[in-house]
């Protein structure tokens, strides 16, 4: 169970950051501006929850974004609020589109029933073994 989920993983993965290759971003990356764009501003701590991702791993996504250009980060007290910059907001439109892409190929590629059965059987397999 664990190697066919892991390739199914990698396999996916692989996929969607095929679309992202030329602006030298993986999807986590755009999928955490995606997020910015929908909340205007967050603090590292909520990406880290919304993406459910460790702190450090967001540490690291909001550094190479802001080395990009893309975003930015400011301090509001001992808090380290992000936001989208205006290139970010510029670019968002093209990523979003790639983004999107991804997702209908992918639909085209495996089906549309079995991506959407596929995915809420993993949300309800993360559920019960966070439950254990």
């Not at 093209?94 to 495996?110: H, P």
């Amino acid at each position: 169970m664990h190697s066919a989920a892991n390739l199914f993983s990698r396999e996916i993965t692989r996929h969607f950051d095929s679309y992202f290759e030329e602006y030298d971003l993986a999807t986590s990356y755009v999928e955490l501006l995606l997020i910015l764009y929908d909340q205007d501003e967050l603090s590292q701590n909520d990406l880290a929850e919304e993406m459910k991702l460790a702190p450090s791993t967001i540490t690291r996504f909001v550094n190479k974004l802001v080395k990009k250009g893309l975003i930015q980060k400011k301090k509001v007290g001992r808090t380290a609020v992000i936001t989208l910059s205006k290139k970010g907001e510029d670019e968002l439109p093209t990523l979003k589109r790639a983004f999107d892409n991804a997702v209908s190929d992918l639909e085209a590629i495996l089906g549309n029933k079995f991506v959407h059965t596929t995915k809420g059987l993993l949300i309800h397999g993360t559920a019960l073994l966070k439950q254990k």
